[in-house]
């Protein structure tokens, strides 16, 4: 998992960007989720062109980065840092299949960060017949990272306390989301907790957000 990247001479650099994301915070938290119906309007139109792998139905490639700029739903803290690593390769990975029953293929986008591939957002957007795309999910925490999975939404939050080396988190936390009723709901969750007994030398990282209630992409906020 590239959320869960060993470090190098530069992880404290990436870390120290994470906290501009910590509400509330406290030691060793756990991830957040965003989960919720998709909203009325749609976030962002791309350009894509169809290819076609063996008997697979075509799938339409789309430009993440286009899409994550243009989309409001993002965090403007994320938006702004989307710059290019090294020549024109952003941090940013882009998986396609079916997880909400859509006119097209449905597209998970992780946002890491270009020091140490830590994730910083994770997101999912579900194509419309018109050809643009809502985002329907919206995860932005440090070390978060999702895929697919049989047609279901997993995603995986490493968990560090204030001592951790980013190397060698305190745990992990697996929550898997099925989507129903236009929208994801949690269905699983596996709870991690690793090894202390590994490890480097201990450095301070920036604590993480304990979890928060779901912000619904186009719903009111809830209590």
Not at 39 to 64: F, H
Not at 107 to 112: F, H, S
Request: with cysteine.
């Amino acid at each position: 998992m590239r959320a869960g990247a060993a470090a190098s001479g530069t992880a404290l650099a990436g870390l120290a960007a994470f906290g501009l994301f910590c509400v509330g915070c406290s030691t060793g938290g756990t991830g957040t989720r965003d989960e919720g119906p998709a909203g009325s309007q749609p976030v962002a139109r791309v350009s894509a062109e169809p290819t076609a792998s063996g008997t697979t139905p075509p799938q339409r490639r789309i430009n993440p980065v286009t899409l994550l700029r243009g989309d409001p739903k993002v965090g403007k803290r994320v938006r702004s840092g989307l710059r290019p690593c090294g020549g024109d390769a952003y941090p940013v990975d882009a998986s396609y299949g079916s997880l909400t029953g859509g006119p097209g293929t449905d597209v998970v986008v992780n946002v890491m960060s270009c020091a140490d591939s830590v994730g910083i957002g994770t997101y999912v957007y579900r194509p419309r017949a018109d050809g643009s795309y809502d985002n329907v999910f919206a995860a932005e925490i440090p070390a978060v990272y999702g895929t697919i999975d049989r047609g279901e939404l997993v995603v995986t939050t490493q968990i560090y306390g204030s001592k951790d080396p980013l190397a060698y988190p305190s745990g992990s936390e697996v929550v898997t989301y099925r989507w129903a009723n236009e929208r994801f709901a949690e269905r699983d969750r596996v709870h991690n907790e690793f090894s202390r007994a590994v490890g480097g030398a201990s450095v301070d990282l920036p604590e993480q957000t304990m979890p928060m209630d779901p912000v619904v992409p186009g719903a009111s906020p809830q209590n």
